[in-house]
């Protein structure tokens, strides 16, 4: 079955100790990207990849960082997260970026982050 | 720049028709999207609709677009208790690598 994987679902961690959460599609896809949604703001993009070892910020990119080592992966990683990244976050890919955009995203379920 | 605006709530009993509405600012938009978000889930792609269309028909789904209010509108025929979810409309741009999300409209349906 075709679709973006994310783990874990659910994390509560403390402020500070450093957290990865993976993402991973068996699309093929070249583009992914990572977002948090949040009450009152809708989604904002954090990160994207158009292909391996291509990243760039999105629009709120503050105290995240990425890595695209291999086409399928995808990980977000918080080296020392804060309350404030306490959020619901969503990885998505598609076949290309923004300009073939007819193709849509695929999204993971979600994993929701508390930080304390 | 973008900027998508939506409502946040509508409550529509079943069977009735339901519509959610969106406005966009950047007129070089491309394409632009509806996305459904059930509870616990991730986005699903409803529809598109490509930026030199007026109207897409996709069973229960109607799509219109008046570009020049940069407003886009989504129209659910028949709504089923399934449909209770929150609504995304999206923009994207050519040669940009983003999508920009409204803040999502929620739709709760009254059996």
């Known amino acids: 079955e075709a679709q973006v994987t994310q783990n874990p679902r659910y994390l509560i961690t403390v402020t500070g100790k450093k957290l990865t959460v993976t993402c991973s599609q068996n699309?093929?896809?070249?583009?992914m990207s990572w977002y948090r949604q949040d009450p009152g703001l809708g989604l904002r993009q954090i990160y994207y990849s158009m292909n391996v070892e291509v990243t760039d910020k999105g629009d709120v990119p503050e105290g995240y960082k990425v890595s695209r080592k291999e086409k399928r992966n995808f990980p977000l990683i918080l080296e020392s997260p804060s309350p404030n990244q306490t959020s619901l976050y969503f990885c998505?890919?598609?076949?290309?970026?923004?300009?073939?955009?007819?193709?849509?995203?695929?999204f993971g379920s979600g994993t929701r982050l508390t930080v304390v | 720049g973008e900027d998508v605006e939506q409502s946040l709530f509508l409550s529509v009993r079943e069977g009735d028709s339901s519509v959610i509405n969106c406005t966009y600012t950047?007129?070089?938009?491309?394409?632009l999207y509806w996305y459904k978000q059930e509870p616990g889930a991730g986005l699903q792609l409803l529809t598109y609709i490509f930026s030199n269309m007026d109207m897409k028909q996709d069973q229960r789904l109607t799509v219109l677009l008046n570009k020049k209010d940069k407003h886009l509108s989504l129209r659910i025929a028949d709504t089923q208790t399934g449909d209770s979810a929150i609504y995304f409309c999206?923009?994207?741009?050519?040669?940009?690598?983003?999508?920009?999300f409204g803040k999502g409209n929620q739709v709760v349906v009254i059996p």
């Open positions: 999206a923009e994207t741009l050519y040669g940009n690598n983003r999508l920009a």
């Open positions: 998505a890919s598609s076949l290309y970026g923004g300009r073939a955009s007819n193709y849509g995203y695929t």
């Open positions: 699309m093929n896809h070249e583009y």
């Open positions: 950047d007129s070089s938009s491309t394409y």
